[in-house]
């Protein structure tokens, strides 16, 4: 917890262009082993074989065929290179024949589509037309971010800007829910009314600082299951990453002190800070290239959109 659809066409959709092309004039040099068929599964009781090209094929090799279009290996792994950029690797045989099978599926209802001449439908291609855009648009973005580089002067001007940001806190807590609380209600617990579940967090207060030992108490009293185990430990979390009311505390009360009952969505809070650190520029630095870099994305972006102002006729779209 964090105090803190679709077909299965649509994991080709982006990388479809790339496919089913004439094979390239001159093939990649030094090209990378493909798989050829996946290998047959072990017999019962046999180790099953680790995964591995079992054939290396040329380049130009057809290693696809649906109906009459036809894949060589180097368009195939210029697809699986597609995909891969993506966020969507296919490295093993088997994740190879599984791309390779959807593939064939859709380009077969492709060809369907075609047969019944959908692709000359209007609607049909306005769609067409949308995507392909779609694609453009991601891979300018895409380019225009890799190219910005943020030096040391911006870098440090960053971080003396945003040092709370580069903040940390080590805290533990025990949490009591309430109806109506984002945290699911445990099997067979009562549902506590928020003035119930405040009596009862002072009451646990109380006991802990009369003594009772809080990693115990957090084990047996705390609505959190993903702390309970370890004694209500939150770990070691940035400024911003908890919700508002249990940063604001996290951040401020002092080290080793046992808060008041602290309200948020999720219920009352008992918190107790280990630690707090703040990190150095050379230990955010590479955070802080992130971050950075991410808003100069952004921002190169942003100057891209407007080189091409768009005008909205406001007799149809009417007034913003």
Known sequence: MKFSTGSKYVTLTLAAALAFAQPPAQPPAQPKPAPALQPPSPAPGQPKPPEGPLVIVAPDTVVLTVGNEKM???????????LAGSGRPANTPTQKRQVAEQLAELHSMAQEARKR??????QVKQ??????ENVLAAAVAKQVAAEVKPDEAAMHAYYDQNKSKFETAKASHILIRFKGSRVPLKAGQK???EEEALAKAQAIRKKILDG???AAIAKEETDDTGTAASGGSLGTFNRGQMVPEFDSVAFSLPIGQLSEPVKSA????LIKVEERKAKTFEEAHTEIETQLKSQMGRDAVERLKKQSPATLDESYFGKQ
């Open 72 to 82: 060589t290996r180097a368009q195939f792994e210029e697809l699986l290179a597609a």
């Open 117 to 122: 001449k959908l692709d000359q439908d209007g």
């Open 127 to 132: 769609m067409m037309m949308i995507q392909s």
């Open 191 to 193: 549902e506590l009314t």
């Open 212 to 214: 009772g030992d809080f």
């Open 266 to 269: 999720f219920g009352y809070h």
